[in-house]
């Protein structure tokens, strides 16, 4: 089985810049998440165009080892909209997200994943498991990647280069 996935044209990044309102807080909120020691990632939620929730990785803040961005941001969306369904919903984040994120993705029925970096160490869509090509996978959200990669690649080599000799 596969993914239907899109990747953002270098010609379509160009023609799409400034980013998307999201993906640039999605980047904004990986910037905070650094400053605070965590990992750079950060998610948006939006519905219909409107950002309903957001979150920066916060892990070691909140000493909870499932607090990734985006489990934080769909768990706030979920209880302001009041429903575990995000049908609705598309997530912005600044990372592809890992295993556990793309079943959550899955589970809360996200109908569309944007995400600027692809990880091909922890990635759970693109690579590694990829969650969504799963025969038990019962959601496949629409899959976009590459919008913001640039920014987003820098901040984690930037991240990860002040923390490892």
């Not at 990986?30 to 990785?57: F, K, Q, S, W, Y």
């Not at 160490?121 to 025969?135: A, C, D, E, S, Y």
């Not at 987003?152 to 490892?164: N, P, T, V």
Request: some cysteine; proline content about 8%; charged content about 20%.
């Amino acid at each position: 089985m596969t993914i239907a996935h899109a990747r953002a044209s270098p010609a379509a990044m160009v023609r799409s810049f400034p980013l998307p309102v999201p993906m640039r807080r999605a980047l904004d909120l990986a910037a905070a998440a650094a400053t605070a020691g965590e990992v750079p990632v950060g998610a948006v939620v939006t519905r219909h165009g409107t950002i309903v929730a957001e979150a920066g990785n916060a892990m070691r803040g909140q000493a909870d080892p499932t607090a990734h961005a985006e489990m934080v941001a769909i768990r706030d969306a979920a209880y302001r909209l009041g429903t575990p369904r995000l049908d609705e919903c598309e997530l912005w984040v600044s990372l592809e997200p890992c295993a556990m994120c793309a079943s959550a993705i899955s589970l809360a029925r996200i109908a569309r994943l944007t995400f600027a970096a692809e990880d091909p160490k922890g990635g759970g869509v693109l690579h590694g498991p990829r969650i969504f090509t799963q025969p038990t996978c019962h959601h496949r959200p629409e899959v976009l990647s590459g919008i913001g990669e640039s920014e987003a690649s820098e901040q984690l080599r930037h991240f990860f280069a002040d923390r490892r000799p």
